[in-house]
């Protein structure tokens, strides 16, 4: 019993229930009480914890993890508690103890370290983890709170330094773990400069020692210090930790250890499934969680080659484009003459983009699809083009599209070529990328890319987006009599609707100017399918107490007309708006409400004519007028932030409705809430949705990702607050999340706030936007756990107004 006297309570501190269970469940007969009234609270206790976690759908949904499971119960708290402590006859080790060996042991051996050629015994490796920890700077910080309750820590500290080692306790007592630990290293790296690097002599492996459970009683104490360290990782980083009894959690602590020292530790963290480190799910990545509860290690093992594929193919096509700068303006030259019977005109788009971002939340890998897409569709329009050498081939690509203007010496059958080759392009996309397990077999990735073919730039981007109300995936013409049937009647259908729509919004306002206004046109485009939600955004926006479902459902209804007849937008260059090479942290920040600006500009064109090529030229001249807008707003983004930082620190970069801005230094706070503020300072304020990601990250996949969960806190925050703030004082509002957070998934995030010169918050008014961020935090956390293992973003803290 000595050894479980001194290796226990100086390791770790039992929580106040655990005591209270050990004392009561000792001799129940004799207890006081107090204690036992104390008892009955612990029971309470545990079984509000349990409830509130889940256990017992943890357990039905993990049949293997059930024996695990902790129980509330008088008899089943003492029985668990005297499990933990008891010793087998023979022997001087708790179970606790062997719980703890079994589980670091089994750590190593999954990970296939120690065990390889067996040149340490445990205890030797207990020993190497221990001085790993002392000097890894990302766990120092913890080991040396837990050494600052130990007198026997801060002797190890000390050890070799013999100013030091010789003092009685009570002298070493007045110093700090942090002192010592400073100390010490000092006087090895002394050491170490005047005896340099000794060589050890090799030890035959017949000769090496061999694991041995009863340790040294120093081995067990740096173990269980370890476990300490651990134990506070997965409190904070799992939340259903409190579900397992004693000796599971005490397995768990120890296994643990190995991720806490060395990541790559991980690689086996969960090969064992009957093991109790396998609850501990959320120590891993949650993508690999996920995978691991669907299809074990396997799933593990696949969803790897997944990314391993995926990560290849991205730095493959990320920055791919099959046109220059100068190819590019060449079609838009071509474009804006117009339509001609000599010049036939091709557009494949991506029409499923913003679908796959918001999916996939990787627009890296969305972007290299397209990418891959266009390099095949240009591929074999080069042999085509070397098929006919009349025939002369104008280019263009975006983020989004491939265009074509085919003119001079064309073939009588170049729609059937053009046909054939969309098609092949189509097929040979979705089997290579399955092929080579860039995408899942079950995604319909040949309904991805739509095209159209006519006589303009106007006319092919129309037949292009006629073609996603087809269920067959060709190459549609916009000289189709079905395409003109169709959209010569939508047109007049659009016109009926507006003038229906005017009369029952009539008193509202979201009618501006002939139609509605651009907020309404974003909310119905985005929620599109849900009448409910629809609804509730719309009463919530624009203030009304009733708005019939006939109404929403003609308000969609003629939104879906109206975006059929958006016209394409033409970019000169391709600028790649990416954090791929953000080592040092940046910005990502996208522009609100330019699709929505778009499709009321479209509208507002077609209120304007009823026959469909008058229209597609009204059209084309509104969304001409609203890119000349945008250009101004992406230029007033540059200028703040170059004004905001020190000249040379960042590199602004804009792509479509996106920019970022790449750090070449670490950013502070105060930067950071000066870019917000003096963005807020605009005509722009609360038109730019922000995020930042910190330095030290580890890769740029990470660092997109990141922003998309900071653009996506910042859009729920906006969209909640939008039915509890005044629209007018809301649009004065610039929000930022800043990701305070290396780890995808989980971590601190910090709220900034900028807010124009006209606006002051009121207390209520900041109160309700601390309440509403943390709501979106919680929003974001539960949609991640819907497709995984649930999020665990947490508030840093409310500031910056």
């Known amino acids: 019993m000595f050894i ?235 939340t259903k930790y409190a579900c397992y009894h004693p000796l599971a959690r005490e397995e768990m602590e120890c296994y643990a250890i190995g991720m806490v020292l060395d990541p790559t530790l991980a690689v086996g963290y969960f090969a064992k499934a009957g093991r109790a480190a396998v609850a501990a799910r959320s120590l891993i990545r949650t993508e690999e969680a996920a995978a691991y509860a669907r299809s074990g290690e396997a799933g593990v093992q696949a969803l790897r080659a997944q990314k391993t594929a995926r990560q290849a193919f991205v730095n493959r096509y990320m920055s791919y484009s099959p046109t220059s700068r100068q190819e590019n303006i060449n079609w838009i030259s071509a474009a804006k003459n117009g339509a001609s019977p000599k010049t036939v005109f091709v557009d494949v788009e991506n029409s499923v983009m913003k679908k796959l971002n918001d999916t996939v939340q990787d627009k890296n890998l969305v972007t290299s699809l397209t990418n891959y897409q266009k390099e095949l569709f240009f591929d074999k329009i080069k042999t085509l083009e070397q098929q006919f050498p009349g025939m002369k081939v104008e280019r263009y690509s975006d983020f989004k599209s491939s265009r074509l203007a085919f003119s001079g010496n064309l073939p009588k059958d170049l729609d059937k070529h053009l046909e054939r080759i969309f098609k092949e392009t189509n097929d040979e996309f979705v089997a290579t990328l399955k092929k080579e397990n860039i995408i899942r077999q079950e995604d319909a990735a040949g309904e991805w890319f739509r095209g159209g073919i006519g006589n303009s730039a106007d006319q092919s981007n129309l037949a292009a987006r006629y073609s996603r109300t087809q269920d067959s995936n060709t190459l549609q013409s916009f000289s189709n009599p079905d395409l003109q049937t169709q959209m010569s009647g939508k047109v007049e259908s659009v016109e009926r609707d507006r003038i229906a729509l005017r009369h029952d919004l009539k008193d509202t306002s979201i009618i501006s100017g002939k139609t509605m206004h651009e907020d309404a046109f974003d909310i119905v485009r985005k929620n599109y399918g849900n009448t409910e939600k629809m609804k509730k955004e719309l009463k919530q926006r624009f203030g009304l107490q009733s708005l019939p479902d006939g109404t929403v459902k003609k308000l969609e209804r003629y939104v879906k007309k109206v975006d059929e007849f958006s016209p394409g937008i033409w970019i000169e260059a391709r600028e790649f708006a990416t954090l791929e090479d953000a080592v040092h942290g940046g910005i990502s920040a996208d522009m609100i409400g330019m699709g929505a600006l778009n499709m009321k500009a479209t509208a507002e064109a077609l209120s304007k004519s009823k026959r469909l090529e008058k229209v597609l030229d009204e059209t084309r001249t509104a969304e001409q007028q609203v890119t000349e807008a945008f250009k101004e707003q992406k230029k007033m983004f540059e200028d703040v932030v170059n004004q905001s930082l020190p000249p040379s620190k960042v590199q602004t970069v804009c792509s479509g409705d996106d920019c970022v801005v790449v750090a070449r230094s670490a950013l502070t706070k105060q930067e950071k809430a000066k870019i917000v503020s003096n963005l807020a300072n605009t005509q722009y304020t609360g038109k730019f949705r922000m995020a930042f990601v910190n330095e030290g990250i580890k890769d740029g996949t990470t660092r997109t990702m990141l922003t998309t969960h900071g653009e996506n806190i910042e859009k729920n925050l906006r969209k909640s607050l939008s039915g509890v703030m005044e629209p007018s004082r809301l649009k004065g509002i610039t929000f930022a999340a800043d990701m305070n957070t290396k780890e995808l998934g989980r971590g601190p995030v910090d709220l900034l706030v900028g807010t124009a010169n006209s606006i002051r918050l009121s207390k209520n008014e900041k109160k309700l936007i601390q309440e509403y961020f943390r709501k979106a935090l919680q929003n974001l956390n539960a949609d991640l756990g819907s497709k995984g293992p649930k999020g665990a973003y947490t508030p840093l803290q409310e500031g910056g107004w």
């Open 4 to 238: 479980i006297l001194l290796y226990v309570p100086v390791a770790r501190a039992y929580d106040i229930d655990r005591l209270t269970i050990q004392l009561y469940c000792s001799d129940q007969l004799k207890c006081s009480p107090q204690l036992a009234q104390k008892f009955d609270l612990a029971k309470i206790s545990c079984e509000s914890e349990v409830q509130s976690l889940g256990c017992a759908e943890l357990a039905e949904k993990n049949p293997e993890l059930a024996p695990l499971m902790r129980k509330c119960d008088g008899d089943s708290l003492c029985r668990q508690e005297q499990d933990y402590m008891k010793i087998e006859a023979g022997s001087i080790t708790t179970n606790k103890d062997k719980a703890c060996l079994r589980g670091y042991k089994n750590s190593l051996i999954d990970a296939g370290v120690a065990l390889k050629d067996m040149s340490l015994s445990l205890k030797d490796l207990v020993a190497d983890s221990w001085e790993k920890v002392k000097t890894n700077s990302q766990e120092r910080a913890a080991f040396l709170k837990e050494c600052n309750k130990s007198l026997l820590c801060k002797r190890d500290l000390v050890k070799d330094d013999h100013r030091y080692n010789n003092l009685s306790d009570e002298k070493l007592e007045h110093y700090t773990a942090d002192f010592l630990y400073v100390e010490s290293r000092d006087m090895k790296a002394y050491k170490s400069s005047l005896e340099r690097v000794r060589h050890p002599a090799y030890v035959p492996i017949s000769q090496r020692p061999q694991d041995d459970l009863d340790m040294p009683v120093e081995a067990r104490f740096k173990l269980s210090q370890l476990a300490a360290i651990a134990k506070e990782k997965i409190k904070n980083q799992y």
